[in-house]
T-cell receptor, first 115, second 110 residues
Framework: EAGVVQSPRYKIIEKKQPVAFWCNPI?????LYWYLQNLGQGPELLIR????????DSQLPKDRFSAERLKGVDSTLKIQPAELGDSAVYLC?????????????FGPGTRLTVT | DAKTTQPNSMESNEEEPVHLPCNHS???????IHWYRQLPSQGPEYVIH???SNVNNRMASLAIAEDRKSSTLILHRATLRDAAVYYC???????????FGTGTLLAVQP
């Protein structure tokens, strides 16, 4: 069974440029999460989807960050415009449902460097 | 959200047991205790979780104190592949979120 797929694995952009990250969760997993991980810190939840609905986006900086999961399967996280402080690893995770949130499966992440 | 406290780092020798401690003195009655680990350059990986009773699975054992204010993740025979950051997480209450701390960096010496 394929795990959570994320692309790209690495991205280097200049500040003020837009960037997008893509995630394909494990087949059949209804719940999808985007996390941000700064160096030396644990992941922090940005947004959680139940199918195509964003049910928790309280930690998503909405002035520059947006996300979508149009068909309830794969998802895209966008930053526009990027700032130097956005350099971090962006992790996608999925679980069968929110009831199974204790067992989340994480992708390898996208390492973003903003110069 | 209830907070966990873990040592920043620990060392172990290969093939020896490892006991990773976690303090969570403000845990509420409905909070589950979770452990995840993160290997270098990978996303976190679920290890084990429990509520009140000790738990075992193929990866590890979780020992929960009777008052639930602390717990210990036990790796019965450490291998070099177990070198990772181990996160102790409380999940429960209204948010039902996993809130990661900074974890314990486990080094395993051959």
């Amino acid at each position: 069974e394929a795990g959570v797929v994320q692309s790209p694995r690495y991205k280097i952009i200049e500040k003020k440029q837009p960037v997008a990250f893509w995630c394909n969760p494990i087949s059949g997993h209804n719940t999808l999460y985007w996390y941000l991980q700064n160096l030396g810190q644990g992941p922090e939840l940005l947004i959680r989807y139940e199918n195509e609905e964003a049910v928790d986006d309280s930690q998503l900086p909405k002035d520059r960050f947006s996300a979508e999961r149009l068909k309830g399967v794969d998802s895209t996280l966008k930053i526009q415009p990027a700032e130097l402080g956005d350099s971090a690893v962006y992790l996608c995770a999925s679980s069968l449902s929110s009831d199974r949130a204790y067992e989340q499966y994480f992708g390898p992440g996208t390492r973003l460097t903003v110069t | 959200d209830a907070k966990t406290t873990q040592p920043n780092s620990m060392e172990s020798n290969e093939e020896e047991p490892v006991h990773l401690p976690c303090n969570h003195s403000t845990i509420s009655g409905t909070d589950y205790i979770h452990w995840y680990r993160q290997l270098p350059s990978q996303g976190p990986e679920y290890v084990i979780h429990g509520l009140t009773s000790n738990v075992n699975n193929r990866m590890a054992s979780l020992a929960i104190a009777e008052d639930r204010k602390s717990s210990t993740l036990i790796l019965h025979r450490a291998t070099l592949r177990d070198a990772a950051v181990y996160y102790c997480i409380l999940r429960g209450g209204a948010t039902n979120k996993l809130i990661f701390g900074t974890g314990t960096l486990l080094a395993v010496q051959p």
